[in-house]
């Protein structure tokens, strides 16, 4: 397994994970969205053995706190242990950019996520309403990043 920060040559992968997984009522990427953070912000690829992508993380990081904005994980791979390794290389990056605190929202009704998050030491911090276009519930979550 490799992880690694995402290059330009990674966005047909990503758009392609991405259309697979995230329906329109979440807010997929488009291509030009991958290139924009790949030059901006903090966007962290994990490929397999045959440099097939299994997922990203991507973190938005112009601002105060860090934002984990989007976790995407193949669907035959999640479960087995590559989101954790993907997010604790994502602290550590963060951390190593000055970050101190990480904050996300996650769907209120998506409970295996949620239940990761709080694994992970995610706390809830308030409920955003009618967050998502189908007119779901976010939870806002924040992370202290450990120096």
Do not use: W
Request: charged share 25%.
């Amino acid at each position: 397994m490799i992880i690694k920060k995402a290059q330009k040559t990674d966005v047909k992968a990503l758009v392609k994970l991405e259309n697979e997984t995230f329906s329109d009522a979440n807010f997929p990427l488009s291509r030009e969205s991958f290139y924009y953070h790949i030059k901006r912000n903090l966007l962290l690829v994990v490929y397999d053995d045959k440099f097939e992508l299994l997922g990203y993380a991507l973190a938005l990081i112009h601002r105060k706190k860090a934002k984990l904005y989007s976790l995407c994980i193949q669907k035959s791979y999640r479960g087995s242990g590559i989101a954790k390794k993907l997010m604790e290389q994502l602290f550590y990056s963060l951390n190593q950019l000055n970050f101190k605190i990480i904050i996300l929202e996650v769907r209120q009704d998506n409970y295996g996520a949620i239940n990761f998050y709080k694994k992970l030491g995610f706390k809830q911090l308030a409920i955003s309403l009618s967050f998502y276009k189908d007119g779901s519930n976010a939870l806002i979550m924040e992370r202290k990043i450990v120096n």
